[in-house]
């Protein structure tokens, strides 16, 4: 953020809006300007001035070195035939360096100091650091070091010791002064700005003096030799849209007297945004506002996450409005198309049942279908399948199936001749559009079902509580619907007595993940032999009904990954026939 950056794009108004802000504080300018000449105290009448008596006596260098304010060693180098620091004596000490060493050595871990030593002798780890470098430099070039950070370990009889300060060195006539302050407190303060991404800043209205926390160039994203920005700077930095927060921070501050807060964004490859909180510095209580006095907080992490957040949660309405319309727009094709069974199989000597669960993950929107419907010729039409996938187009293609296959059904042609036609119908469908299906037709007269199956798993007789899988047709299950033009279908019969039930299901209700189909087809002749041991179908549509219901209620559960359907059909007697039990 280069203080000398051109105003930000935003046209008349963004400009306008600077004009404002640098119009505010040239006033407030003026105002500091004028009270301090207004008050500027007269300079005292030289008459009247008395000399005081003067000590002409100068202290002593132990004199000195006790009033320094910080820790002070006394040294003198020690050099080798070339040249070179070797060590240096450890002369004396103040009371400073003696408070400091007792406070953060344990008690005769350091030997007392009884006279001059060798410094590297006495602190060994000082040989490892900055230290000779610092004491070198001093020497040879009789300038004070600048201020380096110094960190080093002593061991003593309790572990070691961790020195942490900010040291300098400088020529003391042909002695050098090592001086020190314990640095952890500054370094913790930049490490805490950074931690919380946090600075501070007091900015003098009446001149360009700023103050600024020593993290403050870093948080702003500024390089270490870059100029602190004054408030016209940050002004000019920020987007069109903070300047007029920006304003009515500085006009609370400035001229309501009060605390106050604004965001910033501040321009750059990657906008940053800040929490700015600013109080005034008042020349006197309640007298006017010479300095300002904020705080910069850097959210840009909390506002983006925020802002994901606020997107997910609008494209998650917008995902669960979109499910809700498809789920109402399916459920009512569904129950267009999907029959709800009373007593209208009764003339063909059948009863029948339904169960359909739809995969909450999908909002309830899949490709089961069913279909029982009676035909010119005096049988019945009998069919479930699977259409894959979700969603509406899922929907789609099973509605399609199954009025074609009503519509194929009056044509008198046998199920595997309308199996192969409905396999022509899902491959001329312009989308990858598969499905399996079991289709039967029902002869009343002879008790026989005489169907083909494409790719779905085979009807289960449940006769005399025992379950058995039917067989396939000749040559195997067909291929599933919609993969190859031109496939040819078998069909097989199964004659039924009074009493049996036919159970036709969607792998939805027995697949679990991995798939096995043997051991899917297992569990369910499991379940629906156990659920008749437990109590046998009660007569009537009813009965059958509330089989059916407890069989789908044992299978289902949280495993299930697909939308599950089972549909039942039981014989019922002829006059005189006995029905099994």
């Known amino acids: 953020m280069p203080v000398d950056d051109p105003p930000p794009a935003g046209g008349a108004r963004a400009r306008l809006e600077l004009q404002a802000i640098r119009a505010l504080l040239d006033s407030q300018r003026r105002r500091v300007t004028a009270y301090a000449e207004r008050y500027r105290p007269s300079a005292p009448d030289p008459a009247s001035l008395v000399p005081a008596a003067v000590d002409t006596v100068l202290p002593s260098g132990r004199e000195v070195l006790e009033a320094l304010p910080m820790a002070a060693l006394l040294l003198a180098p020690v050099f080798g035939e070339n040249g070179e620091l070797k060590d240096a004596l450890y002369l004396t000490q103040n009371a400073t360096a003696r408070a400091y060493g007792a406070s953060r050595f344990p008690e005769g871990a350091v030997p007392p100091w009884d006279g001059p030593e060798s410094l590297f002798e006495r602190f060994p780890s000082l040989a490892g650091t900055v230290i000779p470098r610092m004491l070198a430099d001093a020497f040879h070039q009789r300038t004070p070091q600048k201020t380096e950070t110094l960190e080093w370990l002593m061991s003593t009889h309790t572990g070691p010791v961790r020195i942490n300060a900010e040291a300098r060195v400088a020529p003391c006539g042909e002695h050098l002064l090592l001086t020190w302050e314990p640095g952890s407190r500054l370094r913790m303060a930049t490490a805490a700005q950074q931690l919380v991404r946090t600075c501070w800043v007091e900015w003098n209205l009446a001149d360009d003096g700023i ?77 006017l506002v010479w300095a300002l006095r904020g705080v910069l907080i850097d959210v840009t992490t909390d506002r983006r996450r925020r802002e994901a957040a606020r997107r997910a949660v609008r494209d998650a309405r917008h995902e669960y409005e979109r499910a809700e319309a498809v789920a109402e727009v399916a459920a009512v094709l569904r129950d267009a198309v999907l029959p709800h069974f009373q007593n209208e199989l009764d003339t063909y000597g059948l009863e029948a049942a339904a169960v359909y669960r739809p995969d909450a993950r999908e909002a309830g929107v899949g490709g089961d279908w069913y279909k029982a419907r009676g035909l010119p010729d005096g049988r019945l039409l009998v069919a479930l399948g699977d259409a894959r996938g979700h969603g509406l187009e899922a929907v789609t293609l099973m509605a399609k199936l199954r009025y074609a296959l009503a519509g194929l059904a009056y044509t008198g042609e046998p199920v595997e001749r309308l199996t192969q036609w409905l396999n022509e119908v899902a491959c001329a469908d312009d989308r990858e559009s598969t499905a399996t299906a079991v289709i039967a037709r029902y002869h009343p007269e002879r008790a026989l079902l005489r169907w083909t199956c494409a790719g779905h798993p085979r009807p289960v007789l449940l006769r005399d509580g025992r379950a058995t899988q039917l067989p396939a047709p000749a040559g195997g299950p067909g291929l599933t619907l919609g993969v190859l033009p031109g496939t040819s279908y078998s069909a097989t019969e199964t004659p039924l007595e009074a009493g049996d039930i036919v159970l036709m299901y969607s792998d939805g209700l027995t697949e679990r993940r991995p798939a096995d189909p043997e051991k899917d087809t297992l569990r369910f002749l499991r379940a629906a032999e156990r659920c008749f041991r437990e109590a046998a179908p009660g007569p009537g549509h009813t009965g059958l009904q509330d089989y059916v219901e407890r069989l789908v209620a044992h299978l289902d559960g949280p495993h299930r990954t697909d939308d599950a359907t089972l549909l039942a059909l039981r014989r019922t007697a002829f006059r005189g026939e006995p029905v099994r039990t």
Do not use: H, N
């Open 211 to 287: 103050q600024a926390s020593r993290g403050f160039r870093k948080v702003l994203g500024l390089t270490e030799d870059a100029p602190v920005p004054g408030l016209f700077d940050l002004a000019t930095a920020a987007v069109p849209a903070s300047l007029p927060p920006l304003y009515q921070t500085l006009y609370d501050v400035i001229l309501r007297k009060r605390t106050a807060e604004c965001e910033l964004r501040l321009r750059g490859s990657s906008e940053r945004v800040f929490r700015m909180v600013a109080e005034p510095v008042r020349i006197a209580p309640g007298g």
